[in-house]
Every structure is written in structure tokens, then in C-alpha cells.
């Protein structure tokens, strides 16, 4: 993968992997792995869909980020993820911004998901609050983990071992960010059928969102019936299947309309509705306010 790839319909830049090339300064194993120091040359100033998961930890300065829309103040001691198919945007960044950044590519994610028990409540809890402020402890022995695997890079270029030893090593770093986050007592816990299903239905509200709204469609794609993918969605969120599929719907609209010159007739048809008032609907439904009037709270 060369090219930065962009979103069909948008123009909203959505970055694979391959954005760190960009970097001037980079420890990679290609398609896999990389670590850095700086976001200088990334273009995160504009909205990006990232094709990468992210961990980023700040040991100086500052700076305000977007997450799906959502804003953070990410300062020294901060501890911030992103997940795949999110869209960023970073601005205000300080002089001395200084932080340490590990990034995984998605078949390096599918690579690492199996080695841990399933974390499915913690990760939609990150999900939700994507920023850790840590403690003087907790951030030394965090940033010393990152520069140990940083080492590792520089260590290991001619070992024809190298991906397995730094992926062991992102491993342990990982469990210790999740034992920051969870109640050992509960922190390995063996793979519930409703956990994985969930996880399933997640990942296909992900790619097909925008052609495909009804709870059947991924219902179907599980082999289940749409009951029973509302009761496992309730069961693990509190939320049914519905709702999180509105809602995806719901935050992929607010990004169109705000980062896209395309008139809100269009932002419909993008995302399947069959015509502008009904979008209108769902949106006020969703959001609370008009398109029109959403996208005038965004200029």
C-alpha cells in the first residue's frame, strides 16, 4: 500500500498505513508496526479517517484534538487511542509538543486481538473516553516502556525474528495500558458468544453503515435473527442494535456535513437515505438540531 487513499463521495482524507512515510523520522516494520515522534507532517490540521490504530502518549506541551467529533486537550502525562475508522483532526499545537507515538496497521491488529482474552467492555469503554491522564508513576513507567520497544527497533533490524520480538513487546506495553484501565479482578475474562457476536456486529455497522440500515441486514450477516442481535447489544451496552447503528449513522452525517462543501441533498444520498426530508428527520431525531442548522454551528 503506497498511495493515501481517500473516501469515495468525500473529501474527507482517509490515511492508510502508508501516511507515516510521510515522516521524516520513523521506526517501522513495514505494514505492521511503527513508532514516532512527531505529527508535523501528517496533515492532521484537516479531518482524516485513519486506517490505523493509534497510541499516543504526550511527555511535553500540548495540543487540542478531534476525535469523531469530539474534542480533547491532550497534555503532558496524557495517554490518548484511536481506533481504526475514526476520524482525527489535531489543532493548537504547542512549541514544545512532545509526544511518543506507536502505530499498528489493521492486519497487525487482527495479528495481536488473538493473543489477548477478550476486552470487548474495555474497548468500547476507550472508545468512549479515548484519553488517560496518568499519574508521575504511571506516565514514567509508561514512557519507558515506549522508549524500551523504541529501542527494540533500533535493536533488532537484522534479527530475522525482529516482527515476533516487537510484537511481544507491544503486547506486554498494551496489557499495561488495559491493566491502567480495567479492575484486575476482571481483567481476564474468558470470551463470552455475546461478547464476540457484539464485536462482529461492530465491525460490520463499520464498513457497510452507509448502504445498509436495518438491524436484518446485520443480522442476517451473523446468522442470527434481529431479536436476538438486539438482546446481545443491550446485553453488553445497554444500548440495542438500532441504536448503535443510528448513531454510526448519526456521527459519519455530523463529519460530512462539517468537513465536506457538498449540499445536505447529497450528504443523503451518500448515505442511502431515500430522500432529504427523511435524513432531516433522522438527523434532528439523533442529533437534536436540523442538518442546515448543524452546519452553521460548524463554520
Known amino acids: 500500500m503506497n498511495n493515501i ?42 479531518y482524516v479517517k485513519v486506517q490505523a490504530a493509534a497510541l499516543l ?12 467529533l469530539k474534542h480533547y486537550k491532550l497534555e503532558a502525562g496524557s495517554l490518548f487511542v484511536v481506533f481504526p475508522e475514526q476520524v482525527v483532526r489535531a489543532k493548537n499545537v504547542s512549541e514544545n509538543f512532545d509526544p511518543i507515538c506507536i502505530a499498528c496497521s489493521k492486519n497487525m491488529i487482527d495479528e495481536l486481538i488473538i493473543r489477548f482474552d477478550d476486552t470487548t467492555r474495555l474497548i468500547l469503554k476507550i472508545r468512549e473516553n479515548p484519553l488517560m491522564q496518568l499519574e508521575r508513576v504511571e506516565f514514567e ?19 530475522s525474528c525482529r516482527l515476533q520480538i516487537l510484537k511481544n513487546y507491544l503486547i506486554g506495553l498494551l496489557y499495561e495500558c488495559i491493566g491502567m484501565r480495567s479492575d484486575p ?3 481476564d475474562v474468558v470470551k463470552s458468544r455475546g461478547q464476540v457476536l457484539f464485536s462482529q456486529f ?9 448502504e445498509q440500515h436495518s438491524v436484518k441486514f446485520y ?15 443491550e446485553e453488553q451496552t445497554g444500548k440495542n442494535a438500532k441504536r448503535w447503528i443510528d448513531e454510526h449513522i448519526a456521527l459519519d452525517a455530523k463529519v460530512l456535513l462539517r468537513s465536506s462543501s457538498r ?21 434532528k431525531r439523533l442529533v437534536g438540531v436540523s442538518p442546515k442548522a448543524y452546519r452553521k454551528t460548524a463554520e
Do not use: C, W
Open 5 to 46: 487513499l481517500f473516501h469515495k463521495n468525500t473529501n474527507i482524507r482517509t490515511a492508510d498505513f502508508s501516511i507515516l512515510n510521510l515522516l521524516r523520522e520513523v521506526s517501522m516494520f513495514p505494514d505492521k508496526i511503527a513508532m514516532f515522534n512527531s505529527l508535523k507532517e501528517l496533515g492532521l490540521e484537516n
Open 57 to 68: 502518549l504526550v511527555r511535553r506541551g500540548s495540543v487540542d484534538v478531534e476525535l469523531d
Open 141 to 159: 513507567q509508561m514512557n519507558s516502556s515506549f522508549e524500551f520497544l523504541k529501542k527494540k527497533f533500533e535493536t533488532t533490524d537484522m534479527n
Open 185 to 187: 479482578a476482571t481483567a
Open 202 to 210: 461492530i465491525d460490520l455497522v463499520v464498513e457497510h453503515h452507509r
Open 219 to 233: 443480522a442476517d450477516e451473523l446468522g442470527i435473527t434481529p431479536k436476538y442481535l438486539s438482546a446481545v447489544a
Open 263 to 283: 449540499d445536505i441533498q447529497k450528504v443523503s444520498k451518500i448515505l442511502n437515505f431515500p430522500d432529504v426530508s427523511f435524513f432531516g428527520k433522522f438527523f
